[in-house]
């Protein structure tokens, strides 16, 4: 019997993989063997302690592939243990994360050119910044989100 992600018609899933993660995605493509999606999620859990009795768990979305700007991907299906539709509630959220990160993605750099003069931009204006007019870096050349930090206090 022949089952498919499309079977109700409806793109957003939350696949349950073999090594127990949860993956939100939206099924772009079908086939016999492979899923392609988009934007898959991983769900992450987070205990954070309120008080000494009483620890909250926090769920989250992360980007399941890193340190890559492609945003489909094929999952193979001997590597889904199950599937389902993921609640329009879900669906609202997990469509706004993929906004943000495509807003986000929209103003990176696409080429390793791009990235080493952003590099060179940078070191240059460090180097400007911490130089200042004498070697040393005047009040003014500190931006406003930087605090001030005592060094007669480090230890």
Sequence with gaps: MESTAYKSGYPFKVLKMM????????????????????????????????????IVEHTGLQRWMNFTHDKSFVILKEKILSLGDLAPEVTLYYKHICKRISFEESNELTTEDEAMMKMRDNMEQLVDAVSGSNGTLKESDIPSNVLPIDKSKLH
Excluded: T, W
């Excluded at 993660?21 to 999606?37: F, G, H, S, W």
């Design 19 to 54: 090594n127990g993660e949860d993956v939100l995605c939206k099924v772009l493509e079908e086939y016999k063997d492979a899923l392609v999606v988009e934007y898959p999620m991983s769900v992450v859990k987070n205990q954070i302690m309120e008080s000494n009795d009483h």
